[in-house]
C-alpha cells in the first residue's frame, strides 16, 4: 500500500506567488527524504536532499533560496517554490529515503504557473 | 559518477507483440539495487520490480520479465503479449547501497502499444 501521501497533486498558481507542496511518510520514519523534479517529455532529475532537523543539500543549478525545503519531522517534509515562474511549471515528486527495500515514491505533484 | 543509459526512446509495438526495453548502468558501488518503474499519462511512478547487485538471478512476474546481467551491466526489462494498457513510459534507475535509496533515473523509454 501507498507509505507516502504527496498534496497536492494538481496546482495551478500565478507567476510570481509561493506554492507549497509536502509529502509525508505515512508508516516509518524518514530521517531523509529527496525531491524530483521532471520537465515534460524528460527524466526525474534529483533536486535536493532534505535531512531532518538540518540544512538541505541541493544539486547543482538549483536555487536554494527559490525550492525551500524544509524537514521538521521524521513524518513530513515540505517544498515551496517561492516566487514562482512559467520555467517552474514541472512534475514534482518526493521519496523518502533510509529504507532498506523499494524506494517509495510520493503520487507527484503538477505544478502550472501561469 | 552512477549513470543509467535507456537508448531506446519510443518504441511501439502492436497488441500481443512483445517488446523489450534495454537498460545499462554505470556504477563503481559493490552494492546497489536496481530497478523499473512505470509511469503512465497520470504522472505516478508505480514500481515494477528492485533487484540488489549481489541478486543475478532472473525474475517472471506474469507477462513481465527481468534479465540481469552483471557482465554487461544491464538490467532489461521485456513484457510478453504486450497490451494496450501497457502503454507508458518506463523507467530504469539505480539507487547507491547505502540505503538512503538516492535514485538516478534513466532517460525513460515511451512505448505506446497500438491495438
Known amino acids: 500500500g501507498a507509505v507516502v501521501s504527496q498534496h497536492p497533486s494538481r496546482v495551478i498558481c500565478k507567476s510570481g506567488t509561493s506554492v507549497k507542496i509536502e509529502c509525508r511518510s505515512l508508516?516509518?520514519?524518514?530521517?531523509?527524504m529527496f525531491w524530483y523534479r521532471q520537465f515534460p517529455k524528460q527524466s526525474l532529475m534529483l533536486m535536493a536532499t532534505?535531512?531532518?532537523?538540518?540544512?538541505?543539500?541541493?544539486e547543482q543549478g538549483v536555487e536554494k533560496d527559490k525550492f525551500l525545503i524544509n524537514h521538521a519531522s521524521l513524518t513530513l517534509s515540505t517544498l515551496t517554490v517561492t516566487s514562482a515562474h512559467p520555467e517552474d511549471s514541472s512534475f514534482y515528486i518526493c521519496?523518502?529515503?533510509?529504507?532498506?527495500?523499494?524506494?517509495?515514491f510520493g503520487q507527484g505533484t503538477r505544478l502550472t504557473v501561469v | 559518477a552512477q549513470k543509467v543509459t535507456q537508448a531506446q526512446t519510443e518504441i511501439s509495438v502492436v497488441e500481443k507483440e512483445d517488446v523489450t526495453l534495454d537498460c545499462v548502468y554505470e556504477?563503481?558501488?559493490?552494492?546497489?539495487?536496481l530497478f523499473w518503474y512505470k509511469q503512465p499519462p497520470s504522472g505516478e511512478l508505480v514500481f515494477l520490480i528492485r533487484?540488489?547487485?549481489?541478486?543475478?538471478q532472473n525474475e517472471i512476474s506474469g507477462r513481465y520479465s527481468w534479465n540481469f546481467q552483471k557482465s554487461t551491466s544491464s538490467f532489461n526489462f521485456t513484457i510478453t503479449a504486450s497490451q494496450v494498457v501497457d502503454s507508458a513510459v518506463y523507467f530504469c534507475?539505480?539507487?547507491?547501497?547505502?540505503?538512503?535509496?538516492?535514485?538516478?533515473f534513466g532517460a525513460g523509454t515511451r512505448l505506446f502499444v497500438k491495438a
Open positions: 533487484r540488489n547487485s549481489f541478486d543475478e
Open positions: 556504477t563503481r558501488d559493490t552494492t546497489y539495487y
Open positions: 508508516d516509518f520514519q524518514a530521517t531523509t
Open positions: 534507475a539505480l539507487s547507491d547501497g547505502g540505503g538512503g535509496f538516492k535514485t538516478i
Open positions: 521519496s523518502p529515503g533510509g529504507r532498506n527495500t523499494e524506494a517509495f
Open positions: 532534505s535531512n531532518e532537523g538540518s540544512k538541505a543539500t541541493y
